[in-house]
C-alpha cells in the first residue's frame, strides 16, 4: 500500500515551461517531506524539503507547495532547463525516520 | 568530501546463492539506510542503522539482513536469492536519523538473479 501517492506518473515541457508534480498523503504522522531527483544510473539526490508548519519553501528554480489541510504538496520547477530532465520523487516520513517514497514522475524538458 | 560509496556497483547471482553489499557513509555521518528501487515497487525501505542499532525494519522477509560497524560502515545481506530480488539497492547516510540535510545516497549496487 502506498502511502505517498504521486501524480502524474511522466510530463514533457518545453524549455523554460514549469513542471508541475503533485503528492498527497494520508499519514498526518508525517512531519519531514523532502523531493529527491534521480538521474539514469545515479541514487536519488536531496533536492528541497519541507515541514508541515510551512507552506511554501523555494531554492533557486525549485518551490514546494504545502497544503497540510488538504494532505497535498507538490514541486514546482521554474524556468524548466533540459538538465532539469530527470526522474522526481517525493516522500514523506515521521519519528521511524524511514522514508515512504512516491511511485517517481518522469520529467521531460525540450529544448 | 566524499560521498556515499557502495560496492559492488553490479552484481550477478544465481537464485539460491546468498550476496552481501557495502556502503561506506560519509565521513562523520552515523546514520545508514538501504532501499530497494524496482520498476515495479519503486523505492522500498529496508532498514536504518545509527550507532551500530538497527532503528527502524521495513516489511522485508527475513532474508534481508544488515548491520552497521563502529566505523559507520554497513553491509547487507541477502540470502537464498530469488529472482524477485532483482533490483538497484541504495545505501543512504545522514549525520543523524532525519537530519536537516536529508539523507544522501549512493549511486547504487544493481544486482541481477539469474
Known amino acids: 500500500q502506498q502511502q505517498v501517492k504521486q501524480s502524474p506518473q511522466s510530463l514533457i515541457v518545453q524549455k523554460g515551461g514549469i513542471p508541475i508534480i503533485n503528492c498527497a498523503y494520508e499519514?498526518?504522522?508525517?512531519?519531514?517531506f523532502p523531493w529527491y531527483q534521480q538521474f539514469p544510473g545515479k541514487g536519488p539526490a536531496l533536492l528541497i524539503a519541507?515541514?508541515?508548519?510551512?507552506s511554501e519553501k523555494k531554492e533557486g528554480r525549485f518551490t514546494i507547495s504545502f497544503n497540510k489541510s488538504a494532505k497535498q504538496f507538490s514541486l514546482h520547477i521554474m524556468d524548466s532547463q533540459p538538465g532539469d530532465s530527470a526522474t522526481y520523487f517525493c516522500?514523506?516520513?515521521?519519528?521511524?525516520?524511514?522514508?515512504?517514497f512516491g511511485a517517481g514522475t518522469t520529467v521531460t524538458v525540450r529544448a | 568530501k566524499a560521498g556515499v560509496t557502495q560496492t559492488p556497483r553490479y552484481l550477478i547471482k544465481t537464485r539460491g546463492q546468498q550476496v552481501t553489499l557495502s556502503c561506506s557513509p560519509i565521513?562523520?555521518?552515523?546514520?545508514v539506510s538501504w532501499y530497494q528501487q524496482t520498476p515495479g515497487q519503486g523505492l522500498q525501505f529496508l532498514f536504518e542503522?545509527?550507532?551500530?542499532?538497527?532503528?527502524n525494519k521495513g516489511n522485508f522477509p527475513g532474508r534481508f539482513s544488515g548491520r552497521q560497524f563502529s566505523n559507520s560502515r554497513s553491509e547487507m545481506n541477502v540470502s537464498t536469492l530469488e529472482l524477485g530480488d532483482s533490483a538497484l539497492y541504495l545505501c543512504?547516510?545522514?549525520?543523524?536519523?532525519?537530519?536537516?540535510?536529508?539523507?544522501?545516497f549512493g549511486s547504487g549496487t544493481r544486482l541481477t538473479v539469474v
Open positions: 543512504a547516510s545522514s549525520p543523524e536519523p532525519q537530519g536537516a540535510g536529508g539523507y544522501t
Open positions: 499519514n498526518t504522522a508525517f512531519d519531514y
Open positions: 519541507i515541514r508541515p508548519d510551512v
Open positions: 516522500a514523506a516520513s515521521m519519528s521511524d525516520y524511514k522514508l515512504s
Open positions: 565521513s562523520g555521518h552515523r546514520s
Open positions: 542503522y545509527f550507532s551500530e542499532t538497527q532503528r
